[in-house]
């Protein structure tokens, strides 16, 4: 096995506003090769990437921060940081919801964070 470091940092963030659809910004810094491709994303407050059909293959996504939505195949699961959710290659009418999220002691809107990984 090889050791695999990826710097993020180096990467270029991309926004992608109104991602299949939806709302807001979406914003990415994107690591593609033959075997991977890693994308840690965020989704801004109030943002959301609207509906569509899962067809580059199986998409794990583990939550970071922020809390949302999620819809696939009609069900509604809550994102929230510690979870992960897969959506399976074929899964019809995915719809990502990020809500806001506010710190107790201050009045700022944190962006659902997510660490997309695709095999």
Do not use: W
């Amino acid at each position: 096995m090889e050791l695999m470091i990826i710097d993020f940092n180096k990467i270029e963030e991309l926004a992608f506003p109104g991602m299949n659809g939806g709302t807001g910004l979406m914003t990415v810094r994107m690591y593609n090769d033959e075997k991977y491709r890693i994308i840690p994303t965020t989704i801004h407050s109030g943002g959301s990437i609207g509906t569509h059909k899962q067809n580059s293959g199986d998409d794990m996504n583990y939550i970071i921060s922020g809390t949302g939505k999620a819809f696939c195949d009609g069900v509604e699961e809550l994102l929230m940081p510690g979870v992960k959710v897969h959506m399976g290659t074929g899964t019809m009418c995915i719809l990502i919801i990020a809500e806001l999220l506010q710190f107790r002691f201050s009045h700022t809107h944190q962006p659902l964070a997510v660490i997309g990984l695709f095999a």
